[in-house]
């Protein structure tokens, strides 16, 4: 086994449940360590609803220039020549949205004083955790 580190909070993922109660615990002055495998910010934040509202944002925005251009000065807004989609700067804008805002998930846990490790997490105890990273396995104990 390779490092031990004591701490008074463990919270194992760090979606919107987990950096939420790391934060208070931190808040609250407790040595608190969040563990997550991948981004902070959960599903959600990270592959599910924010990109899905980004590139949905995105087609809305594509559909009104194309209705505007087929309509010819439509509400005084003329568009000349057809909306076109660049996909790879269309991705590149919605992943710059998604990293912009976890960047903010962690500033937050920092702020609040909250170690965030990246690793898979795996109880071998009652208060015993160890968490595989890239440097190797760190061992938490309560």
């Given at each position: 086994m390779g490092e031990v580190?004591?701490?008074q909070v463990l919270v194992v993922g760090a979606g919107?449940?987990?950096y939420?109660?790391?934060i208070r615990a931190g808040q609250l002055g407790l040595d608190t360590v969040i563990v997550e495998g991948d981004?902070?910010?959960g599903t959600c934040l990270i592959r599910g609803?924010?990109?899905s509202k980004a590139l949905i944002h995105a087609a809305d925005r594509f559909e009104s220039l194309q209705q505007h251009a087929s309509e010819g000065?439509?509400?005084?807004?003329?568009?000349?020549?057809?909306a076109e989609v660049d996909m790879a700067a269309l991705v590149s804008w919605k992943d710059a949205i998604v990293e912009r805002l976890n960047k903010g998930v962690e500033a937050?846990?920092?702020?609040a004083g909250v170690d965030l490790v990246k690793g898979w997490a795996t109880f071998t105890g009652p208060k015993k955790c160890c968490v595989d990273t890239k440097?190797?396995?760190v061992e938490f104990e309560a």
């Amino acid at each position: 086994m390779g490092e031990v580190r004591k701490c008074q909070v463990l919270v194992v993922g760090a979606g919107p449940g987990g950096y939420v109660a790391a934060i208070r615990a931190g808040q609250l002055g407790l040595d608190t360590v969040i563990v997550e495998g991948d981004k902070a910010g959960g599903t959600c934040l990270i592959r599910g609803c924010i990109p899905s509202k980004a590139l949905i944002h995105a087609a809305d925005r594509f559909e009104s220039l194309q209705q505007h251009a087929s309509e010819g000065g439509h509400m005084g807004i003329s568009v000349s020549g057809e909306a076109e989609v660049d996909m790879a700067a269309l991705v590149s804008w919605k992943d710059a949205i998604v990293e912009r805002l976890n960047k903010g998930v962690e500033a937050l846990l920092k702020a609040a004083g909250v170690d965030l490790v990246k690793g898979w997490a795996t109880f071998t105890g009652p208060k015993k955790c160890c968490v595989d990273t890239k440097e190797g396995i760190v061992e938490f104990e309560a």
